[in-house]
């Protein structure tokens, strides 16, 4: 079935370029300090001050961000979550922080700490559907069956073409044995998305089992989905 979407790994190049832009921006920052103590005097108090540390623990913390990921993409789970946490209180708004914690933690066999994150992330932006998806996926690994599909349906509410919401939906009623739900949920993920292979794959698993259960349903159709994902 249908796994968390992952962060994309990023190439060696392209990590090389960020590092070169985050250097820059902690340059600039430098040289904002200077130019601050060498004026007047002081950085010690009054706008001045509030806005360097504000652009600082942005710089950081979007540098402790990339680390993170970078953690996650090799299974160090334990220490992207501690990193994201250093990066959370320079970068509270940044819905992608909890979004990648709640991931690391289901990894790590956290499902508490996974669904608090996840809360997090959706109160920064209701609809984040690849994160609202993911915690469908998780509510579904805890046997919360009606809370998974309520997840998997307020995505397809708020965007109707985003295929993984689709099948991850049609996974449970699958597994609760409503297989014409199932079989609609993974047409659906299928006409959007022609070379899903779960999605082909499991439709036609849904077909057989109607058809094996006495309940109708086409056996070429079935082999036809399960050759399409067998491709």
Do not use: W
């Amino acid at each position: 079935m249908q796994k968390p979407e992952q962060q994309p790994k990023k190439n060696v190049f392209k990590r090389r370029l960020i590092g070169i832009g985050v250097g820059l921006r902690l340059a600039r920052l430098a040289l904002f300090s200077i130019i601050c103590l060498t004026g007047n005097g002081s950085i010690n108090s009054g706008p001045a001050l509030a806005q360097y540390e504000e652009q600082n623990g942005l710089v950081l913390a979007q540098a402790k961000y990339r680390s993170a990921t970078q953690m996650f993409a090799v299974g160090d789970y334990q220490n992207c979550v501690n990193l994201l946490r250093q990066a959370q209180t320079g970068d509270a708004r940044n819905k992608q922080i909890p979004h990648l914690m709640a991931l690391a933690y289901s990894q790590l066999g956290d499902n508490k700490n996974a669904e608090l994150q996840f809360i997090s992330a959706l109160s920064l932006d209701y609809n984040f559907v690849e994160c609202r998806n993911n915690f469908g996926i998780l509510l579904k690994k805890m046997s919360r069956f009606d809370d998974a599909k309520k997840q998997f349906k307020d995505c397809i509410r708020i965007n109707s073409r985003y295929p993984k919401a689709h099948y991850n939906l049609g996974t449970v009623y699958f597994d609760q044995g409503d297989f014409d739900s199932a079989i609609e949920s993974f047409r659906t993920a299928t006409r959007l998305d022609p070379g899903y292979f779960e999605a082909n794959r499991d439709l036609g698993l849904a077909i057989f089992q109607k058809f094996e259960r006495g309940d109708g349903g086409e056996i070429s159709e079935c082999l036809e989905k399960l050759e399409v994902a067998a491709q």
